[in-house]
Structure formats: C-alpha cells, structure tokens
C-alpha cells in the first residue's frame, strides 16, 4: 500500500473521511465497552515531534497508542537535531528508517510537507500554523454523534481566520456542509482557501447576524500560539465577538457549542458558556482519542470494517 500523510482534510477523500469519523464511533463504543482490548500495533511505535506545546494532542496520542498496544515517543526541539538546525528531510529519511508513523506539531506548514516528501511512513499533521485537522476530525465525530450527518446544515465560525477556520473552511467542502465566518475587518482566512471552497463559505462581519439559525457555534482563542504580542491589539479588534448564550439563542434550537480549548473565558466566550447545555466541549475533546486512533489506523491499515 502506497504511503498515505493526513496533512490536511483533502488528503482524503469525502467518502475516506466518512469512513474514519464512522470508524472513530465504533472504536469509542468499543473501547467503552470492552476496554482496550484491540492491539493491532503491538511493538510499533508512533514518533511524535512538538515545536509546540500540547495537553489534548500529546495526551491522546499516546493513549491511542497504548490502547493500540504500540508506544508513542515524545520528542521535544530540545531531544531532536531538528532542534540544532538538521534539514527536515533527513529527519524525515531518518525516522522512517526507524519507526511506523510520525506525528508532528509545528509553526510552518512547509516543515510539514518537506517532511511528507522524505518520508517512507505516514506523517500526522497534529497542528501548523495553517491547519489543524486532527480537531477537525473529532469536531465532525462530535457533531455526528450528537446531530447525525453535517451534510446541509450550517456552521458558523466566530473569531480569526487562522489555522482552525482553515480547517473548518476544508471540512465545509468534505463534508458538505454551509459555513459561515463571522471575523472583524483585517482578520480574515485565505482568500485562497476562501476560493477553492465556492459558495459552500461566506464572510459575515455580524457576529449575531451569522448565528441566525445555525445548526453549529465555533471558536478559537483570539491570539494563538505565537501571537501573545498581540493581545492587547486582538483583544481591541475582537471585541465584539465573543460568543455568548445570547448568540447561542439566535441560532437553531438545536445548536450546539464547540471550542478546540484552551478556552479563555471572558475573552472569545462569556464566563458561564461552557457550563450550558447546549456546549459540547468536553465531549469534543475526549473524541480526539477517538478520531485519531482511527487516522492512525486508517494510514497504516487502510480501511478497516470489523
């Protein structure tokens, strides 16, 4: 089987996508009921490289893979030669000689890709500045789960066009769903990404106007990793975005609240949000054990229907 990397969304197609997120329930459901007692990857091990830190990533994948009966090996700047200038590619070329699947959680996206180009194992892109789309699988599993198939429906994402909008612009396309953004003015996504994705995504500037009968509530933190010199600025800028029960009330009765976390109450939500019943998060998070695990054995097994 041909080398697969799940850079981002496109890397599979609509119906592989489908698949993982159906595959992911099922490994839930299991694990809940029998325990980890699937070990398909015993003695193989996931790499796992961070040049930024982590709970949810580093925490789920190397659950995933003790449940797998594999182990997973952190490596920090400070334990790697990535950290002391090393070209990505012989990294890459390195590892692959060494282990089974590599996950990495970096700045540049270009590290990503140079890395997939020399590598003879499946790469995980577990967060880069452009793209997070491991959350996006366990953001579609938990929307599945809770309000069955996206396709038709309306998301709306409330804040910065960064690399979470990205992913949620991607997931409109493969999931079939309508997404709109709610950003103030300089602070928009790709226009790039913006086009490849047609008339499935649009720009509105009102934050309350956009959660008019929508079916899903989305945000992120107003200044991401990196950013932290421009709070003051952001926090100006954003204002006026913060999501709150009052929004949650314009939308669908059926609406549900999701936030990757960390979460800044107080900032992009209001201080009790994730307290309402209609806030999701919790559960969003515990699925990234899930959607992951079924990335990694999508990549190393193809697809599995047992």
């Known amino acids: 089987m041909a080398v697969r990397h799940f850079l981002t969304l496109l890397d599979l197609s609509p119906q592989e ?15 809940k009921e029998k325990g980890p007692v699937y070990t398909p990857f015993a003695n193989r091990t996931l790499a796992m490289i961070f040049e930024k830190s982590s709970t949810r990533t580093r925490v789920s994948f190397e659950t995933g893979m003790a449940h797998f009966g594999g182990h997973a090996l952190f490596l920090s700047n400070r334990d790697t030669q990535l950290g002391r200038g090393e070209p990505v590619a012989d990294t890459a070329r390195v590892l692959s000689e060494m282990v089974d699947i590599v996950m990495i959680r970096t700045f540049e996206h270009t590290k990503l890709t140079d890395f997939a180009a020399h590598s003879q194992v499946p790469l ?41 909008c990205h992913s949620w612009i991607n997931a409109a396309r493969q999931f079939d769903f309508n997404l709109v953004i709610a950003c103030p003015e300089g602070y928009e996504p790709d226009a790039d990404i913006m086009q490849a994705a047609g008339d499935r995504v649009r720009i ?13 509530i989305t945000t992120d933190v107003w200044a991401s990793m990196g950013q932290e010199e421009e709070q003051a ?32 109450r107080g900032e992009e939500i209001s201080d009790t949000l994730l ?10 998070a515990g699925n990234r054990l899930h959607a992951q695990k079924a990335m990694i054995e999508f990549l190393l097994l193809g697809e599995v229907n047992d």
């Not at 307290?275 to 969003?284: F, M, S, T």
Request: net charge negative; glycine share 6%; charged share 25%.
């Open 275 to 284: 307290e309402d019943d209609r806030a999701v998060v919790w559960q969003e």
């Open 17 to 31: 996508l489908g698949h993982v997120i159906q595959r992911a329930i099922t490994l839930k459901t299991r694990l």
């Open 233 to 264: 600025i952001r926090e100006a800028a954003f204002k006026d975005f913060q999501v709150t029960e009052a929004m949650l009330d314009r939308a669908d009765d059926e609406v549900i609240f999701l936030h990757c976390l960390p979460a800044h």
């Open 124 to 164: 995980i892109n577990a967060l880069s500045d452009d793209y997070h789309p491991c959350q996006l699988l366990a953001d579609m599993q938990t929307w599945q789960e809770c309000r069955g198939p996206m396709a038709g429906k309306t998301a709306v994402w409330v804040g910065d066009g960064n690399n979470m």
């Open 204 to 216: 509105e500037r009102d934050p309350m106007k956009a959660a008019e009968g929508a079916h899903l």
